[in-house]
């Protein structure tokens, strides 16, 4: 086994040390208390059939549990990612922490930082994992943090208000009991997902919902229980599939499987192709009847699909057509020049709306940071706002700038 630095050195301080330095180093971590945090948990017992190498890794996870098709439900994330959540947290001595989604260290991160004058709440809707979260916390000595069986969608109404709530599972929407659970300058950190596509969001409260600080890419084992998304999916065929979480969006497969059947029609945007996460989520909260589109590699090799859909593209579709992301090599635009493909009897229209976007994109919002997200809990105002994501509870909106 190989530790972060090259070296074979398993063990474990030696592996956390170089952990850390390797955080600082990619601005996983940007603070002392955060920093702190990470070198005094060990974080390999909250990963006991792991080894270390894994556990102290900057970027793999550690599987939990999974469920009967053994797909992971509950997982132990990257140490760069929970760095990072815990930096857009500014989590501070003496407060009052929920965490929702437990697998322990990130209890034990954040009971480091909150001091002996702070408390920790931990809530997991499976009992198997948190019970094993428990039995972590007590083996590594942060027997304070408190750990509670329930639904996440509920919050903790009886440790409340928080000045922090941090979410470790990809959530669909935020519930009333979030919102108002957290203090009156209270912060939500939450991956909220969209289409697909999922962004930790740094929330704090303003006078009408939330209103985001800051946002990055995120990946995480989907929420469970009553706060389980919404989502549409259809395979056109063996390797191809559409999926949605728009309710305003109706995938017809047969249709849209035919379109495939079709000749392709490339559109060239003369855009540059660029920070691909920052344009995939620009796409996904602009385009007008928005979905995912996923491909096989099989498909792909095979010349049907582009390689952009191996791992889910942003996709506009209608009844019987749809338009998709792709890229060229174009040294005009510094390297590479955004592109569709477009299928189906509405291609050139679906096509043209897409270009159009793409080239918005690159001319006016090329760059991280672009957005700011408001959460609205309530009612949906009519006429919704452009770019408005329908939620259970509530709208997101994103401001691009």
């Not at 972590?136 to 750990?147: I, M």
């Not at 989520?281 to 590699?297: C, E, G, I, K």
Request: hydrophobic letters at 40%.
């Amino acid at each position: 086994m190989t530790a972060i630095d090259g070296s074979t050195d398993r063990d474990p301080d030696v592996l956390r040390a170089d952990m850390v330095r390797a955080l600082r180093d990619e601005d996983g971590i940007t603070t002392g208390p955060v920093a702190t945090a990470f070198t005094t948990v060990p974080r390999h017992r909250f990963a006991p059939d792991a080894p270390p190498e894994v556990a102290y890794s900057l970027h793999r996870t550690v599987p939990v549990k999974k469920d009967e098709h053994g797909t992971d439900i509950s997982v132990m994330s990257a140490a760069h990612l929970q760095a990072v959540m815990l930096e857009q947290a500014e989590v501070e001595p003496g407060m009052n922490v929920l965490e929702i989604g437990s697998g322990g260290v990130n209890a034990a991160y954040l009971q480091e930082l909150v001091g002996s004058e702070g408390r920790v709440t931990t809530v997991d809707i499976d009992h198997d994992v948190i019970d094993r979260a428990r039995r972590c916390l007590d083996d590594a000595g942060y027997g304070r943090v408190r750990t509670v069986l329930d639904d996440g969608e509920h919050g903790v109404a009886d440790g409340a208000p928080f000045d922090r709530i941090i979410v470790t599972a990809a959530a669909w929407d935020i519930p009333p009991s979030w919102i108002g659970g957290l203090a009156e300058k209270g912060r939500l950190v939450v991956p909220l997902t969209v289409c697909g596509t999922t962004r930790s969001i740094a929330f704090d409260r303003d006078r009408s919902g939330l209103i985001s600080r800051s946002y990055g890419l995120a990946h995480f084992v989907p929420m469970q229980g009553e706060g389980a998304a919404e989502e549409h999916k259809v395979m056109l065929r063996e390797g191809v599939a559409l999926q949605t979480d728009d309710v305003r969006v109706l995938l017809e497969p047969q249709a849209l499987d035919a379109a495939l059947d079709m000749p392709r029609l490339e559109r060239w945007s003369g855009a540059a192709y660029d920070l691909p996460d920052e344009l995939d989520l620009f796409l996904t909260l602009n385009l007008p009847s928005p979905a995912r589109l996923h491909a096989a590699q099989a498909v792909v090799d095979g010349g049907l699909v582009e390689a952009s859909a191996l791992k889910g593209v942003s996709a506009l579709v209608s009844r019987d057509s749809f338009a998709y992301r792709t890229r060229r090599e174009n040294a005009a635009t510094g390297g590479f020049e955004s592109g569709v493909v477009a299928h189906g009897p509405q291609a050139e229209a679906l096509a043209d709306q897409y270009a159009d976007l793409l080239r918005h994109w690159a001319q006016n919002h090329r760059r991280r940071g672009a957005a700011t997200f408001r959460y609205l809990p309530g009612p949906a105002p009519k006429p919704l706002p452009e770019g408005t994501v329908l939620r259970r509870h509530g709208i997101v909106t994103a401001i691009w700038t």
